[in-house]
């Protein structure tokens, strides 16, 4: 029973910058490979960038040289540094545990 919370979202201008994070707990946390996730208004939920527990990154190509994710194994927490933010980024975004289901999320918005 892994838990998942997200937070760090709120109401950015475009270039603006948010740092997301992500607790998860109930589960050998060092061992996980972990994800942030986004989902737009009527779109279907998309894959925004991942991080292994050797920290080893991949990153969707619309948010490449923007967003960086990173991860703290002691405190059971991943981020997402997100930078030069565009109203196209505009979305909830969820935090991704192997064992997990999907949290509550946390809204990200993206308007001048």
């Known amino acids: 029973q892994v838990q998942i919370v997200e937070s760090g979202g709120g109401l950015v201008q475009p270039g603006g910058s948010l740092r997301l994070s992500c607790v998860a707990s109930?589960?050998?946390?060092?061992?996980?490979?972990m994800a942030w996730y986004r989902q737009a208004p009527g779109k279907q939920r998309e894959l925004v960038a991942t991080?292994?527990?050797?920290?080893?990154?991949t990153y969707a190509d619309s948010v490449t040289g923007r967003f960086t994710i990173s991860r703290d194994n002691v405190k059971n927490t991943v981020y997402l540094q997100m930078n030069n933010l565009k109203p196209e980024d505009t979305a909830v975004y969820y935090c991704?545990?192997?064992?997990?289901?999907w949290g509550q999320g946390t809204q990200v918005t993206v308007s001048s």
């Open positions: 991704s545990h192997p064992l997990a289901s």
């Open positions: 109930g589960s050998d946390f060092n061992l996980s490979r």
């Open positions: 991080i292994t527990k050797d920290y080893t990154t």
